[in-house]
């Protein structure tokens, strides 16, 4: 049952283009999103996240877009930094199933100098 | 920075035999919970604990697999029973909060190796 899910399983970047990433989900319900990062032997650290009642984040380098609509959201990392190279997974929450999340299977994004 | 530990870093065990994974959520945290992430998959969520019991539990958290918190700091899980498939990345975490608002911090996770 995959609720969430990212369709990119790689992506690669050069050092100061804008890395996208994208995540989409089917559960209608799902009212709080999340970008989580995760390098190798570590576990997933908070990157991001959104709210529906909002449409746009953004955190410094990083942004976060949701199209309710679509049922998509997008991270935009810029520019992009070789220490960004890493795996970022998307995650999903509805308010009516309290606190567990859903993740997508990960995005691995490398940055190249 | 607070963080939340877990140990033991890798795990090997025998099919069929009970291992016990822990994690010291951060210390003022109210919520509690394990994921796994077998190699190449998603993070699956297991269980979550409030209040010294399980609030929920996904349909991969059978009667093989327990959780506890034995004293004020720790945060276990037992599986009882272990199988080739239980081998993973099990990830602790723990928030303050209970709605997806409130960002669940994640251990380091423990490689759980069943031969």
């Known amino acids: 049952d995959q609720q969430v899910k990212q369709n990119s399983p790689s992506l690669s970047v050069q050092e100061g283009r804008i890395s996208i990433l994208n995540c989409d989900y089917t559960?209608?319900?799902?009212?709080?999103f999340l970008w989580y990062k995760k390098y190798p032997a570590e576990g997933p650290t908070f990157l991001i996240s959104i709210s529906s009642i909002k449409d746009k984040n953004e955190d410094g380098r990083f942004t976060v877009f949701l199209n309710k609509s679509a049922k998509h959201l997008s991270l935009h990392i810029v520019p992009s930094q070789p220490g960004d190279s890493a795996v970022y997974f998307c995650a999903a929450s509805a308010s009516n199933t309290g606190n567990q999340f859903y993740f997508g299977t990960g995005t691995s994004l490398t940055v190249i100098p | 920075e607070p963080e939340v530990t877990q140990t033991p870093s890798h795990q090997v065990t025998q099919m069929g035999q009970e291992v016990i994974l822990r994690c010291v959520p951060i210390s003022n945290h109210l919520y509690f919970y394990w994921y796994r992430q077998i190699l190449g998959q998603k993070v699956e969520f297991l269980v979550s604990f409030y209040n010294n019991e399980i609030s929920e539990k996904s349909e991969i958290f059978d009667d093989q697999f327990s959780v506890e918190r034995p004293d004020g700091s720790n945060f276990t899980l037992k599986i009882r029973s272990t199988k080739l498939e239980d081998s993973a990345m099990y990830f602790c975490a723990s928030s303050w909060g209970t709605t997806g608002a409130y960002e669940q911090y994640f251990g380091p996770g423990t490689r759980l190796t069943v031969t």
């Open positions: 559960n209608s319900m799902f009212d709080y």
